[in-house]
């Protein structure tokens, strides 16, 4: 490019050098009039170049606003992978979108290439357009004196010319360094495609699964109706045996009052020897585990163990869940969704809290539970 500007250059102030000389038979004036055919030409050149510029800097804007849409199809691609067999349908239906966007893209750069041929062809045009030149040279001869004149406005122009060349020079720089970005980012956004086809892989693989999964789910969701109706009954019973003890607590109370008015030194020596007893009780009872707990560890299997233990250990376990599930060749929701059923056969509830993200234990005594039977777990 440098070479065909001083080219250009040279090719300019030669023929004017030649007309002026050949015209006025003075070789300072021939000079002069070269040198101010030269700016003109880069003038015309800087013209077109920033014509080009314009051009690129719109369909870099384009291309920008191109993969922010794909950056955004890819995020509901990855939240669409958590819907099971709905999501699936539309995820084929962004991919398939993504792969028009990439071949709209892929026309783009070609139109890119055929416009840099353009520019090709134009620079071709411009040597014609020189040998016009050589034949309007008689015109040009009556314009001499003007240009005289106009000599100090030109070279003010030459001045802001060369201050927008700096200009242009710095903005192309700007321009190169996004489209290395852009290229860098297509890549990653290629990478991530072929991570979303081997999930999509892997969910039609686990598809079936999913599907006998669900049907054991609809049966354990009709059978904690059921608990639910006898929780309800067993609730009422206990809210009348609870006022119940209240009247007789009060009673109790009544009692007590009374005792104390009477002979308070031995009530309080009494009270002292009785409030010890139920701490020792508890302190003992606090670190034991409920046999029902014990059958739920047993049926645990190691992955399902992992899963429980990266739960109650780590406030965010996704990335350690998703490690154990590639690792099983499932995924998580599945070993949860199990582990669940287990705890709903053998303790009543469930452990884990459906759809928090990330995961949690349901509640704080769980927890503690499920953190004794993993420190049993490890002793075994």
């Known amino acids: ?63 920008h606003n191109k993969t922010r849409q794909l950056q955004k199809w890819e995020h509901r691609l990855r939240n669409s992978l958590s819907a099971l067999t709905a999501s699936e349908q539309r995820s ?52 001499i004196h003007h ?21 242009t020079e710095s903005t192309l720089s700007a321009l190169q360094a996004q489209l290395q970005q852009l290229e860098s980012e297509i890549t990653e956004q290629q990478l991530q495609k072929q991570q979303l086809e081997k999930d999509l892989a ?36 206990l809210a009348a045996e609870s006022q119940t003890a209240e009247a007789h607590l009060s009673s109790l109370l009544a009692q007590l009052n009374q005792l104390q008015s009477q002979t308070p030194k031995t009530f309080s020596k009494h009270h002292s020897r009785t409030s010890k007893h139920p701490v020792l009780v508890t302190a003992q009872t606090s670190g034991k585990i409920n046999e029902e707990w014990l059958d739920f560890l047993a049926k645990l299997s190691p992955s399902e163990l992992q899963i429980l233990s990266a739960i109650a250990h780590q406030e965010n376990p996704n990335a350690a869940l998703k490690k154990i599930a590639e690792e099983n060749i499932t995924m998580p929701e599945l070993l949860i ?12 509830d469930l452990i884990i809290e459906p759809g928090s993200i990330p995961p949690i234990i349901a509640d704080h005594e769980y927890l503690t539970n499920v953190q004794r039977l993993l420190k049993i777990n490890e002793v075994n």
């Open 147 to 167: 240009l005289e004149q106009a000599k100090g406005e030109r070279d003010l122009s030459v001045r802001s010319l060369k201050i927008e060349k700096h200009k």
């Open 337 to 348: 969704a199990t582990i669940n059923e287990l705890a709903l056969e053998t303790l009543g």
């Open 1 to 63: 490019m440098v070479k065909n500007r001083w080219l250009l250059g040279s090719v300019s102030f030669s023929v004017s050098f030649c007309l002026s000389l050949l015209v006025n038979r003075n070789f300072n004036k021939a000079f002069v009039t070269g040198l101010i055919t030269v700016p003109a030409t880069f003038c015309s050149v800087a013209f077109v170049n920033r014509k080009h510029l314009t051009y690129q800097k719109v369909a870099l804007k384009t291309l």
């Open 202 to 237: 892997n969910l039609k693989r686990l598809k079936p699964q999913l599907e006998i999964e669900s049907l054991s789910l609809q049966a354990s969701v009709k059978d904690l109706e059921q608990r639910k109706l006898q929780l309800t009954q067993s609730l009422s019973v």
């Open 92 to 143: 084929e239906a962004n991919l398939n979108f993504l792969e028009t966007e990439l071949s709209k893209l892929h026309q783009q750069t070609t139109e890119q290439r055929q416009y840099k041929q353009q520019l090709g062809q134009d620079l071709v045009s411009l040597s014609e357009q020189l040998r016009q030149l050589e034949a309007e040279a008689n015109y040009w001869q009556t314009q």
